[in-house]
């Protein structure tokens, strides 16, 4: 079983910056690929990125590429999102989630294990 806990959620201005972090427990997060995922008010969650277990692939969503970065350190068994150029669409509530199956995919199904959350707001 993993645990996961997301933090570096706020409130920030458009145009500004966050560094979302997800923290493991209970295995090592080496072996998993990871990815990022947000649910907009009222709306659905979807897709924002995700990461091979090595680091080495990388998916985005077009709404984000280009402005945010997805990494991890397995040493420390941690994957960040780093959220540059925020606008108010980016508000949301966002979870990391760990797939077993090592595979970097945008279908949130995929996944086998999920954090909380943590909520980003942006104001215009």
């Known amino acids: 079983q993993v645990q996961l806990v997301e933090s570096g959620g706020g409130l920030v201005q458009a145009g500004g910056s966050l560094r979302l972090s997800c923290a493991a427990s209970?295995?090592?997060?080496?072996?998993?690929?990871m990815g990022w995922f947000r649910q907009p008010p009222g709306k659905e969650r979807e897709f924002v990125a995700a990461?091979?277990?090595?680091?080495?692939?990388?998916l985005y969503a077009d709404a984000v590429e280009g402005r945010f970065t997805i990494s991890r350190n397995n040493a420390k068994d941690t994957v960040y999102l780093q959220m540059n150029s925020l606008n108010p669409e980016d508000t949301a509530v966002y979870y990391c989630?760990?797939?077993?199956?090592?595979?970097?995919?945008?279908?949130?199904?995929?996944?086998?294990?999920w954090g909380q959350g943590t909520q980003v707001t942006v104001t215009s």
């Open positions: 990461i091979s277990s090595s680091g080495a692939s990388t």
């Open positions: 989630a760990a797939d077993r199956g090592g595979y970097i995919v945008r279908t949130p199904t995929h996944y086998d294990y």
């Open positions: 209970g295995r090592t997060l080496s072996n998993y690929a």
